[in-house]
C-alpha cells in the first residue's frame, strides 16, 4: 500500500465486516517519545485466540472468493519495519482492537495519505454504522464523531457526494489546525 | 487564519441540497438509480479503487445521474484491479476490470448513459476456489 490512509480503509472494512455497530479510529502523534500510534476499536463479533493467532497469516482469510487475505499482514509487516508492531485484543462475541504503532522518525515510516477522504468514503458507504475518529497530535486534538453528523443532516443521507465532500474537508480543515503530519 | 469547515456549514448544505431537490428526486427509490460497487478488498485498494470511487462520486453527481456508489469486499477478480459492478435499473449487473479514471469516465458516457457495451468486461465466474 502506498499510504496509511489505505490502510485504514483496508482494516475498517474488516470491522464492518465482522458487523460492528459502532467503529473507532484512534491516531496518536507523539514525535517527542518517536512514536506514531494507530489503534482501530470495533464492537464486531470478535475472534478467539486461535483466530487472533492465524489472522496475521497471508494465507488465512475469512472470504470465499480466494485463499489469502493480505490487510494485517500488510499492515504488520509496514509497522514492524519502522520498528514498530501491531497487536491485536479481542473478544468473541465482543469486539477487536487493534494496535499498531510505527517509529515516527523512521524512514520507512509510510505517508499518512488521504485520512480525510478515506474517512468520508467509509462513513458515507455504511450509513448505519457509528463512527468515532480522533487525532492526537502536540498541538490539538481533533474529533470527529458521526452521530453528531447525522443529527446535523436530519434526514438527509450522509451518502449525499455533497456531504461526502463536507466530510472530507471538514476533517483535512481540522488535521492541519493541529499540524497533523 | 483560514475559516475552519464546521457544523454550521454542514447546516447551509443541507439547505442548499434539499432546495435543489426535486420531488420526483425525493421519492427516488435504490431500485431506480444506477448501483455500482466498487471493490475495496486489499488488492483494490493497494491497485488505487480509492481514486475510482472518489472520481464516481464526484462525477456522477456533476453529471446529474442518480447513483449509489458503495464499498464491496473482494469480489474474486484479483488479477484485474480495479474492478467495479455496475447495475443500470432492469438490467444484470456488470463488472468492469483494469478500472481507472479515465476508463470510469467511459464507463459513465458509454455504458451508463447510453447502454453502450466496452472492452474490459469481466465474465461472471461460477466456479468457486475449490474449484467446483
Known sequence: MKDLALHILDILQNSVTAGATLIELKIDEMPAQDKYLVKFID??????????????????????????????????????????????????GKGTEI??????????????????????????????????????????????????????LGDLTISNPRVIAFIKDLINDNLKDIKAS | MTKITSLADLRKIKSDVEAKM?????????????????????????????????????????????????????MGYCYAEPTIEVTRPGHQPIVFGYVDSKKADQIIEKYIKNGELLEGIIPVNYENIEGK
Open chain 1, 99 to 152: 494496535e499498531t504503532q510505527f517509529t515516527f522518525s523512521h524512514f520507512d515510516r509510510l505517508p499518512t495519505g488521504d485520512i480525510a477522504g478515506t474517512l468520508a468514503l467509509t462513513v458515507s458507504s455504511y450509513p448505519a454504522i457509528e463512527f468515532k475518529y480522533t487525532h492526537i497530535t502536540p498541538q490539538g486534538i481533533f474529533k470527529f464523531d458521526t452521530l453528531e453528523i447525522k443529527e446535523e
Open chain 1, 43 to 92: 464492537n464486531g463479533k470478535g475472534m478467539d485466540e486461535e483466530m487472533v493467532q492465524k489472522v496475521t497469516d497471508p494465507f488465512f482469510t475469512t472470504r470465499t472468493t480466494r485463499k489469502v487475505g493480505l490487510g494485517l499482514p500488510l499492515l504488520k509487516q509496514n509497522a514492524e519495519r519502522t520498528g514498530g508492531y501491531l497487536i491485536i485484543h479481542s473478544t468473541q
Open chain 2, 22 to 74: 426535486s420531488l420526483r428526486e425525493r421519492s427516488e427509490t435504490p431500485d431506480s438509480m444506477v448501483q455500482i460497487r466498487v471493490a475495496m478488498a486489499t488488492c483494490g485498494i493497494a491497485s488505487g479503487a480509492k481514486i475510482v470511487m472518489d472520481y464516481m462520486i464526484t462525477e456522477l453527481d456533476k453529471r446529474s445521474i442518480p447513483a449509489v456508489v458503495t464499498q464491496t469486499g473482494c
